[in-house]
């Protein structure tokens, strides 16, 4: 019934370090329908960039399953990925590193185009990057203007006209506005919601930021050091957070509304921890107001508490 | 943004207007046109047949009208000698440095791209050469494949690799990182197009400098290569060969060894000027 | 008073161009209060309290009029030696990054213990010196043990705190923090603000806070000014800015881009086009090329400030007769997502 495109099971990611086996993403499964965004919310280091890098293969998995349209990126062969790439795109967070400089805004958003081989000709390839730059609302006569004489919006506008120009189905937006002032950080979400609706794209969306991914997710993911710790509809995690840690975050986002002022809250103490050779057990353990005994050892499992609201706690 | 669709020589042009401040630059870039000029239209200035003719009655004189530089030992006109000079050395110079600039490209990118058994297999190879005084590398060549102009050119280069390969593996190594060479991995692009569209363009300018710096070593690599005759070879006029004929003559016609001498240094410091006026206009970081 | 601008404009002047970062900025800030500036990247924050810490770049900045009178001292008129004196004992700043702001070869407790030495007009001795640096590690919330540690052993929040330690261990009557949460994550960054009221509660301090983020003003800031291509367009009380029903366009503008947690909006309401270029200031009223409700006027003619209650709005939707303009305004701001 529903179409599942893309679907990722028990995905694992390690990094052998000096100090140790770093668990950057640790048995992470979740599925995505057509048209649909899941926000993948969490602090620096909890393996959300991780995560989107490696399901478009751009680090191998160390185990589990990416399933696109029901095919298994891991085990599939170089051609099957050749084949599968186009679909599949990136939006990268710092719209200043991630365009090579030495290349026009015309030759940026034509790369993807000449390295797939997609075009017959070459008018059919100005045709498209044209068609791509009026997409994302960049005039044609920026064509020739490299990206560091643009501001940083519409450099960010090219990175997606660089995306949809293959015409993906999903993309990966790895904290695409983070880097964006304010008011132009919501022409870009606009933009992205906009470009959803006409294609049907269905976005994998990290960010650290919960007031955007509120905006625009329907299902939220919550990471903590490489595991998943809550996942739900994106109205539920804000209407009944259950995992200590997305209470946690939930609370400390600064509101910006009179009634915020000089407020005294629950402040999570401590700092993130390494996720370097992880001790067994939950690992918000160490900062957990809640924390037993219990909660450190043995396997913490993503339970279903309700209707697509998952949550890896003993407490709950 | 006004500035937006301008053409795309502006970054040329503000490589240009950077450069142009510093003083010191320009004077070796005038020196540096000058030596290119003579070089290109050296017959023109004077034919090459006064570099051979030997005139017995004009031996050893000294500076004067007729002849600019004075004669040498077999009465050939040593004007007309430095002048055709100028073309091996300007030629074994500029050619030594782009082919050891091609082959250190080559390794050095491969080692700093792929990185693993690649780059060790390389760093390992260049550990050893870089053990060898580059004079001695050059001499050892050129003992093996006989002395030529050729084997002069291959002698010079393979003690220059070395360095290359070291500088442009750094380079590529930090571009490497950058996010828009990962952007690249995500539509799809091979490794071969990724290094040679991205990485390397964008490791370019301390490359650029590198390489008007290392012609000048070249030069006096060659130059003193021929001085102690494992170079080019007399009757060939190549500065360092004049060098080595003239030393019997030191003391009686001092203007055998000056003009000859002369010439190495003015084109090996206008190189030097050149390359230190382009590090400072290729970073645009120093942008003001 | 402890601090009183009054009409700053500051330029970066080179060869090729003039940058026009502040532009006629003037406010005051009373002993204890926290002032808020806001306002996009470019927008002339950080110049703004580059000028009053005397830090501008020698070479390029300018500062074209204006006065900055800091406890009955014009600042602009002190030696740069007399500076020095102020600087890091009266008046320090947090700077934004906490990974770079400290120097690697130093531990943490030599660090602060620096400001102590260069200012130390009472005549300190090593041993109070010690104790005063433990006392203010103890004060961020950074074990006394660890001021032999350098900085390279702390996370990116311990640092912040080992920063703010340096800024606070003169006892500052004015502290200038310019965006120093952005670089942390949400959680660090909501113990380090709490952090900053708690320390600025106790000693009374001043403090300038730079931010580009609205929550962030909403907790912290008794004064809020809105900061626009290096003018002050809006300033006030928190209350005027965040719940008064006169607004500038831009602030406006600016409340209808941020995602509200609360509503459920689909389409966020942002301010179309760019910041103008500081080197080419659009004549008359700077925010006219974005302004939805621009008038004929604001093209040709600077808006003057209008008050109202000590609440400053640089606006011509405000000048007299322009009634009616002003009651749709309000009308907008109801609207957009407020």
Redesign the interface.
């Known amino acids: 019934m529903e179409d599942k495109m893309l679907e990722i099971r028990h995905l694992k990611k390690y990094f052998q370090t000096p100090a140790g086996k770093l668990h950057a993403v640790d048995d992470v499964s979740f599925q995505i329908e057509q048209g649909k965004t899941l926000g993948v919310v969490g602090e620096s280091g909890c393996g959300k960039s991780t995560l989107g890098r490696t399901i478009l293969c751009l680090n191998e998995p160390t185990e589990g399953k990416i399933l696109f349209h029901g095919k298994d990126l891991v085990t599939a062969g170089k051609k099957e990925r050749k084949r599968l790439r186009p679909k599949m795109q990136m939006i990268f967070q710092d719209p200043y590193s991630s365009l090579n400089g030495r290349m026009t805004v015309r030759q940026l958003i034509a790369e993807p185009l000449i390295v797939n081989k997609v075009c017959k000709n070459k008018k059919e390839l100005e045709q498209r990057v044209s068609e791509a730059m009026e997409t994302v609302g960049l005039a044609e006569r920026l064509s020739m203007a490299y990206p560091h004489e643009l501001d940083g919006g519409r450099r960010q506008r090219i990175g997606i006209a660089r995306a949809l120009v293959l015409e993906p189905e999903f993309i990966v937006c790895d904290e695409p506005v983070s880097a964006l002032d304010v008011s132009i950080q919501a022409q870009i979400l606009n933009l992205l919601m906009d470009l959803q609706e006409e294609r049907k794209l269905t976005y994998l969306f990290i960010t650290h930021d919960l007031s955007v991914v509120k905006h625009i997710s329907d299902e939220i993911m919550v990471m903590y050091l490489g595991k998943c710790v809550e996942r739900a509809p994106a109205d539920e995690i804000f209407e009944n957070p259950l995992h200590p840690y997305t209470k946690a975050l939930l609370a400390a986002i600064p509101i910006p509304s009179v009634e915020s002022c000089h407020k005294r809250r629950e402040l999570l103490q401590g700092e993130v921890t390494s996720p370097v050779n992880p001790k067994p057990g939950c690992r918000f353990a160490a900062r957990c107001p809640f924390a037993k005994e219990s909660c450190r050892s043995g396997e913490i499992l993503l339970r279903e508490v309700s209707a697509g609201h998952f949550v890896a706690c003993n407490q709950i | 943004?006004?500035?937006?669709?301008?053409?795309?020589n502006s970054?040329l042009s503000e490589i240009w207007r950077r450069y142009k401040k510093n003083k010191a630059a320009m004077v070796g870039l005038v020196i540096l046109v000058i030596i290119l000029f003579l070089a290109v239209f050296a017959d023109l200035i004077v034919p090459y047949s006064k570099c051979i003719d030997q005139i017995g009655a004009e031996r050893l004189q000294g500076p004067s009208l007729k002849h600019f530089f004075g004669t040498d030992e077999y009465g050939r006109d040593l004007f007309a000698r430095v002048i055709h000079g100028s073309r091996y050395s300007l030629f074994i110079g500029v050619a030594t440095s782009l082919m050891a600039l091609v082959i250190g490209a080559v390794l050095g990118a491969s080692a700093g791209y792929f990185g693993g058994v690649v780059d060790t297999v390389i760093c390992r190879i260049i550990d050893v050469f870089m053990c060898v005084p580059p004079i001695l590398l050059s001499l050892a060549v050129v003992a093996a494949l006989g002395t030529s102009m050729r084997n002069l050119i291959i002698a010079i280069t393979v003690s220059c690799i070395p360095g290359n390969v070291r500088l442009i593996r750094s380079l590529v190594l930090t571009v490497a990182e950058?996010?828009?060479v990962?952007?690249?991995?995500?539509?799809?692009?091979?490794h071969a197009?990724i290094i040679f569209?991205?990485v390397l363009?964008?490791a370019m300018g301390p490359i650029i400098v590198n390489t008007t710096m290392a012609i000048s070593d070249m030069i006096l690599s060659a130059a003193g290569l021929s001085f102690i005759g494992m170079g080019i070879q007399p009757p060939s006029p190549e500065w360092g060969a004049l060098l080595s004929s003239a030393q019997q003559y030191m003391f009686t016609s001092p203007y055998l060894l000056l003009f000859p001498g002369m010439f190495i240094m003015l084109s090996s410091l206008s190189f030097n000027l050149v390359g230190d006026g382009l590090t400072d206009a290729l970073d645009?970081k120093l942008k003001? | 008073m402890v601090l009183k601008i009054e009409n700053l404009s500051v330029s970066y002047e080179t060869d090729i161009e003039v940058v026009h970062a502040v532009n006629d900025i003037s406010f005051s800030i009373e002993k204890g209060e926290t002032l808020g500036l806001v306002g996009e990247t470019g927008a002339g924050k950080t110049t703004t309290a580059l000028s009053i810490m005397g830090l501008l770049p020698e070479r390029t900045a300018r500062v074209r009029s204006g006065r900055i009178e800091f406890q009955e001292n014009d600042l602009l008129a002190l030696s740069e030696r007399e500076m020095q004196h102020i600087r890091g004992d009266k008046i320090s700043m947090i700077f934004q990054d906490p990974m770079t702001a400290l120097n690697p070869v130093l531990t943490v407790g030599e660090q602060i213990a620096e400001a102590l030495i260069l200012h130390n007009t009472d005549g300190y001795t090593q041993k109070e010196i010690e104790a005063r640096v433990e006392e203010t590690l103890e004060l961020v919330g950074i074990p006394k043990e660890r001021k032999k540690d350098y900085p390279y052993q702390f996370s990116g929040g311990m640092r912040q705190r080992v920063v703010i330690a340096i800024a606070l261990v003169c006892n500052p009557d004015l502290l200038i923090a310019d965006e120093p949460t952005t670089a942390l994550d949400v959680t660090i960054q909501a113990q380090i603000l709490s952090m900053i009221c708690d320390l600025q509660r106790k000693y009374g301090t001043s403090v300038i806070m730079i931010t580009h983020d609205l929550g962030v003003v909403a907790e912290t800031c008794d004064k809020v000014g809105i900061i626009y291509a290096g003018e002050m367009v809006e300033y006030g009380t928190l209350y005027d800015i965040f719940e008064g029903d006169e607004h500038h366009p831009y602030t406006v503008g600016l409340f209808g881009s941020i995602p509200n947690l609360k509503e459920n909006a689909r389409r966020l309401h942002p301010i179309e086009g760019l910041m103008p270029d500081p080197t080419n200031l659009p004549e008359g009223c700077s925010f006219s090329p974005r302004c939805k409700r621009c008038m004929e006027i604001c093209m040709k003619k600077k808006p003057a400030v209008y008050e109202n209650n000590g609440h400053q709005i640089r606006c011509h939707l405000y000048d007299a007769g322009m009634q009616k303009a002003v009651s749709e305004n309000r009308k907008e701001a109801g609207e957009d997502g407020r």
């Not at chain 2, 943004?1 to 795309?8: E, F, V």
């Not at chain 2, 990962?182 to 091979?190: D, I, L, P, V």
């Open positions: 943004m006004s500035n937006a669709g301008k053409k795309r970054q950058q996010d828009y990962e952007a690249a991995r995500s539509y799809g692009t091979s197009r569209r991205y363009p964008n645009p003001d």
